[in-house]
């Protein structure tokens, strides 16, 4: 994934729960999904990053604030109202690492993997918690959901 970053502007602003001017993205991906958001007519309110949620890491055991990609409240098919937080990664961060058979010692690339996956993990351990508090779903689109 490309770096890529700005501010978006939507065209709905109304939808946006927040500052709509102070809307940042920070990968193409993002930006895809707040089109998606802010053109959705299903889409009754949308926000990026506005919320935080505690968790501890496993990498330092200290509490910090994990701070989800976006919280949607939309009409699913039947009509009914749901809240979904959404989270926008590559699928190589969404799974566990492996370490490649034959292998003696950790590359630095594979210790850097498990610690980005550790960090997730908890991050989404604590979304998912947060969202079964509140009824609402936690889902984690990679590039295989946005179809790229």
């Not at 979904?84 to 799974?95: F, R």
């Amino acid at each position: 994934m490309k770096a890529y970053t700005g501010r978006f502007v939507p065209k709905n602003p109304q939808k946006y729960k927040g500052d709509p001017t102070k809307i940042v993205y920070r990968s193409s991906w993002e930006l895809r999904v707040m089109g998606y958001l802010d053109n959705n007519i299903n889409v009754i309110q949308w926000a990026s990053e506005e919320l935080a949620i505690p968790y501890k890491s496993p990498i330092d055991g200290k509490w910090h604030r994990y701070f989800p990609d976006f919280v949607v409240k939309m009409r699913d098919r039947d009509g009914k109202v749901t809240v979904k937080m959404l989270e926008v990664k590559p699928k190589a961060q969404s799974v566990p690492p492996t370490i490649k058979k034959g292998v003696s010692k950790p590359s630095k690339k594979y210790l850097k993997e498990v610690m980005t996956w550790g960090i997730n993990s908890s991050k989404w351990e604590a979304a998912k918690e947060y969202c079964a508090d509140r009824n609402w779903q936690f889902v984690v689109l990679t590039e295989k959901e946005l179809g790229l």
